[in-house]
């Protein structure tokens, strides 16, 4: 206790030491990198290098914080590995008023049929699905979009997801979808984080609670080839968007179309967002369970 007083002078102190800032700088930068993030009146700098984090350990069971970690860029760098390249993430924007009015459509949603280049391998015959969702797609087995409409848009619309964070509520939608499809999956299978989300139906699932949608590293602005899906681009992936009430989480509609319709009905966020990340293993702060520690 004695000593995580004494941490918490030090760091109280150092607070009281900060001298007033003329503007701060770019965001997203390598943590470890010498880019200047804040520019003091009297012409000091701090950068990105100088920052420190304070990571709190909270006991899962009871709630309670067990300990308390303060590490800097370095330490981190020199113990867990350099931090990676910035993740791009791209994003759509829909409007209050735009979605209003897709609301208000019967049955309330925006609808479109496949690509050009996808319809000739899909089937309007549904058959319970034999590969795992996570799968690359097997031309002549895709759901077309026509069926993903008549299987999914009843049991989605009513439906409240989880009222928690909107990434586990996206994992929730993707797990109602996938079941509605007749899928077998396991918590693994949702925290894989493929693009698309259900690769073997070449179907992207995500959860609108707010004007920003976050579209991931990839954005059917820009045609590029997708990994997962050999053959089809950007603009062929279907995106499955369900419109919620932020307050209850309830579906109230539903956008299902191909990357290339996105673009036609909703603006796409020109700026991108940076995450730059390095995982620290959960076992290492349970090391120092009960401690207060610098860079330990």
Known sequence: MARRIELCKKI???????????????????PASDSIQVEYNSGETLSSKDVRFVFLRVDPQTQTI???LVLTPDYIENRFGRFGKPTIKHQVIIPPKIRDKVLARNPPGIFYPDTSAL???VTEKYAI?????????IFGQLFSLKLLR??????LI???LDQMATKNRGQA??????????????DAELLEGNFPDIPSQVLEVKVQD?????????????????????SLTTLDIRYLIALTDAETSIVQGIILCPGEKLGEHFSYVSDTSFKCQRSIPMSFFNTYQGQALCNP
């Open 119 to 121: 319809s000739q391998h």
């Open 150 to 155: 008549e299987m999914l848009v009843e049991g």
């Open 173 to 186: 939608l993707e797990r109602l979808v996938a079941c509605l499809l007749g899928y077998k999956i396991s």
């Open 12 to 30: 109280s102190q150092t607070a009281g030491q900060i001298p007033p800032y003329t503007k701060g700088r770019t965001q997203g930068s390598n």
């Open 129 to 137: 699905p034999t590969s795992s969702m996570s799968d690359k797609p």
């Open 66 to 68: 067990s300990s308390i």
């Open 210 to 230: 707010s004007p920003t949608v976050a579209l991931g590293k990839f954005s059917p602005q820009f045609e590029e080839c997708v990994p997962s899906c050999p």
């Open 158 to 160: 009513g439906e409240p």
